[in-house]
Structures are given as C-alpha cells and as structure tokens.
C-alpha cells in the first residue's frame, strides 16, 4: 500500500494541489451494463447507552481487506464509498444493504469521492493516476490525470459546475469538467503536498497543504492565494466551509482545529491533548461544526467562537475512520479502513 496513504490517509482520510496549464480531453471507458459484483443485506451491530451517548451500529463490506475511505451522500438517497484496497465503488443505503461496483482499472486504489453537478459521483483513483466517474446504475467511466504520479487525493465538485481534486505528489490543482477534460494548475509553493479541499463562499476554491503548512486559495481561473498557518508543522489536513462563512480545518500534529477566514486571517483552537485523529470535519444542523477523533474515542462539536464539546461513543476508540458524512437519514456515517466496515452513530443524541 502506497506509504503516505498509510501514514496520512489511514489515519486522517479527509486530508487525505500557477504557472503551468495543461488541457487533457480525457477518453472514457464504460463498464459493462450490470457491473454489479456483490450484494449484501447487513444487519448491523447496534447498540445504544443511557443518557443519549450512542455506540456504533456497523454494516460489513461483502469484499475482504477492502480498506473504505471516502464517503458522501448520493444523489439516490444512498451512501456511497470508495474502496481503495478492492478497487470498486460502494453503495449503502440507510437500511444497511451494501452494493459494490468493480473499477475497471485493476489495483486503482481510489481514495475520496463527491457528488458532481451531472448527477454522477466523482472520485480519484490514487495509484492508477486517474479521476472516475459513476453513475447512480454503476455504470463508470475513467479519466487519465495529465501529470504522471500525482497522487490525486481529494475531489469536491466546484461553484463553476467542475469537479476539482488535490494532486498531492504533483504539488497541483486539478479540475475535471463533466465532459472529462482536464486543466491542473500548479501551487506557487515548492512540495506542498495537497490535500483536502473545498468549495468556498466566495466562489473560490480553498484547499490545505500539508507539506507547505499552509491554507490555499485558488479561484476557478486558477489563481492561487496562500496563508501560513501559524503553528509550525500543523500537518493540514481536512477542510470545510463553516456556518459562520469561515473555511475550518484540520491540524493533523498539533490537536488543533483551525479556522481561516476569506480574507486569509487564521485563528487555531485545541481540539485535543497531543496527536489526534480528527476524521474530517463537516458543519452540522446546529451550526456547529463536528468532527471525529477516533483516538480518543470521542465525536466533538466546535461551535463558530471556538468552544468544543466532546461526546463519548462506544466502539469508536482505535478504529482507522477514513471520512464521515452526515446521511440523509439525520445520522453520521463513516468509514472503518482497517476492518473493512461502515459505521453509523445516530446523530438525534447530539444534534438538536
């Protein structure tokens, strides 16, 4: 397994980016009509303790040593997930029954997966070097990254209707339109290492940079803006448009959440004593922010002023999570990497 998706997607999935511009019209290659392989009805493991703390109720995967990492809510009502150690593409639905779709490239190792604004769901294939894309009726197509080993990590569908990806190897930005074509802007700083991204309320997209130690900024024409995060060696990680208009993220060495605004100020709140294992961080229903630290065993809450509140889960200390997102049945799914799960936490204990 690719080393830097061992130390750094395995243990934080959601991190994981100008001058040159490249135009690739990617040619696509369609799976077989019915590219279905398994189909399993999961019962769950459920479970749920006094005082609104919930346990984890899980859904196994049909394929073994599957390693799931991203995960986002469909178009369909559905989950969907990638697998990076089966090479396939996962759906599960609220009720726990589980579907996975074969990659045609072998050994593909796809990583994070979006919703685009075609109705498919769009996803980066780390090892083959490729961007996919899946219909709801599991038909995929694929499309080769211009530049070889890039890495592409995270991918999240832009305010411009493209779809845009981290190249973490490449030290670029990547942007696939719904056609397939393909433009990658580099990142001014040298062995940035991208990795997460997101779309921004201002029309621009915002990304971090692991290596570079620094929150990004690139607008749909490709001009990009950096700011220092000023703790040395935060390791950046996952990023998400907050509720207060702020983009929140991840620092990955230092047990911090931090907060930049679209001006570039940064502020940095501790989330945790020593290293942490914060799985991504998305806004809730509350207006708050939530994020898992699998470590610790806890899903926190970081209000918009910096207060965070820690909940217990049962199950939770120690799992490998990838992502979560929150599903359209209320509650929070997530990945399991190592054991080859999807978890589910009832959200109704702690959101109101």
């Known amino acids: 397994m690719n080393e830097l998706f061992r130390t750094t997607a395995l243990a934080l999935s959601s991190m994981i980016a100008l001058g040159g511009l490249y135009l690739h019209a990617g040619m696509s290659r369609a799976a077989p009509a019915s590219p279905q392989v398994e189909s399993q009805k999961a019962a769950g493991t459920p479970g749920q303790l006094g005082g609104g703390i919930q346990a984890v109720r899980e859904y196994p995967i049909p394929t073994p040593a599957c390693v799931p990492a991203g995960i986002t809510r469909g ?7 990638a697998e990076y150690g089966g090479g396939k593409i996962g759906r599960v639905t609220t009720a726990g029954d589980v579907r996975e779709f074969a990659i045609p490239t072998a050994a593909s190792g796809p990583q994070k997966i979006a919703v685009g604004s075609d109705g498919a769901l769009w996803f980066t294939e780390t090892d083959a070097n490729k961007i996919g ?3 709801v009726a599991g ?26 990806f981290t190249e973490y190897n490449a030290g670029k930005i990547g942007r696939i339109s719904t056609q397939g074509a393909i433009h990658e802007y580099s990142i001014p700083t040298a062995r940035s290492g991208p990795q997460g991204i997101t779309a921004g309320p201002d029309g621009a997209l915002w990304f971090t940079e692991s290596r570079g130690n620094k929150i990004a900024r690139i607008t749909t024409g490709g001009a990009v803006t950096e700011f220092a995060v000023p703790t040395e060696g935060s390791l950046p990680g ?5 509720p207060d208009g702020a983009l929140w993220f991840t620092e990955f060495n230092t047990g911090k959440i931090g907060r930049v605004t679209t001006h570039g100020a940064i502020s940095e709140f501790p ?12 806004t809730g229903s509350d207006g708050a922010l939530w994020f898992i630290d699998a470590i610790a065993g806890k899903f926190k809450r970081i209000s918009s002023r910096g207060a965070i509140t820690e909940f217990p889960v049962t199950g939770l200390a120690g799992k490998r999570i990838g992502a979560f997102v929150i599903g359209p049945d209320g509650a929070v799914w997530f990945t399991e990497m190592e054991r080859g799960v999807i978890g589910r936490i009832s959200t109704l204990a702690y959101v109101r």
């Open 75 to 81: 178009p369909d009502g559905a989950l969907w997930f």
């Open 133 to 135: 894309r899946i219909t």
């Open 139 to 164: 038909a995929i197509s694929e499309f080769p990254v211009p530049t070889p080993n890039s890495f592409p990590a995270v991918i999240v569908a832009g305010p411009d209707g493209a779809l845009w």
């Open 238 to 242: 996952a990023i998400a448009l907050g």
């Open 271 to 282: 989330a945790s004593k020593g290293l942490t294992s914060a799985s991504g961080i998305a």
